[in-house]
């Protein structure tokens, strides 16, 4: 099965200043990849997400690039504020039902980041 | 007003009780999820289901079960064979795009916290 490793687990910077976050993943099948933001005692939200025919994707501040060769994604956050604290998850996912299997749609987590941005 | 409602959201629980876990979603949503979530770990994968009457084992099912009766609803069981069965519950949904042949996102509820005394 697929299995999703994020580093750091925990990353701390000053407002202002950008945070990079990075995923691997090990199923080459594997074709969505999104990011989630999870505040204290909340579900998860979204907050962007790529399909394996993109390389880089961005909203406003928030990016995120795929390197389907290497098999790792990242998340970068530009002018950090402090509203952006809270825990980040990446995942990965075979989206498509028509890959074969019962899996599609599955997505399996990373082990999530606790970003800090200090005022 | 649209979206996933998971209830309670605090359940406590004597050992040995099996306890359910509400999940509705309102967006006509194909497929459902349930995820159970420990401090410091990310989502891991209980159940879940594409259709209706149909279900499928996560990567951690034991101790728990589910049904799909409803499309818009999709209980979770926490049997007593659930060693340890505190933690943040999560349930989630998803549709799929029609004519481009995969899922589109999952929109997550706002969690269960079971705690088992």
């Known amino acids: 099965g697929e299995n999703v490793e994020q580093h750091p687990s925990t990353l701390s910077v000053q407002e202002g200043d950008s945070a990079v976050i990075k995923c691997t993943y090990s199923d080459s099948a594997s074709n969505y990849f999104p990011w989630y933001k999870q505040e204290l005692g909340k579900g998860p939200q979204l907050i962007i997400d790529?399909?394996?025919?993109?390389g880089e994707k961005k909203d406003q501040r928030i990016a995120v690039t795929l390197n389907k060769t290497a098999k790792h994604f990242s998340l970068h956050i530009t002018e950090t504020q402090p509203e952006d604290s809270a825990v980040y998850f990446c995942?990965?996912?075979?989206?498509?039902?028509?890959?074969?299997?019962?899996?599609?749609?599955?997505?399996?987590f990373g082990q999530g980041t606790i970003l800090t941005v200090h005022p | 007003d649209g979206g996933i409602t998971q209830s309670p959201k605090y359940l406590f629980r004597k050992e040995g009780q099996n306890v359910t876990l509400s999940c509705e979603q309102n967006l006509n949503h194909d497929a459902m999820y349930w995820y159970r979530q420990d401090p410091g770990q990310g989502l891991r994968l209980i159940y879940y289901s594409q259709i209706v009457n149909d279900f499928q084992k996560g990567d951690i099912a034991e101790g728990y079960s589910v049904s799909r009766e409803k499309k818009e609803s999709f209980p979770l069981t926490v049997t007593s064979a659930q060693k340890n069965p505190t933690a943040f519950y999560l349930c989630?949904?998803?549709?799929?795009?029609?004519?481009?042949?995969?899922?589109?996102?999952?929109?997550f509820g706002p969690g269960t916290r079971l705690t088992v005394l």
């Open positions: 989630a949904s998803s549709s799929l795009a029609p004519n481009r042949g995969f899922y589109n996102e999952q929109f």
């Open positions: 790529i399909r394996s025919n993109v």
């Open positions: 995942a990965a996912s075979n989206q498509s039902p028509y890959a074969g299997g019962t899996s599609y749609g599955k997505l399996t």
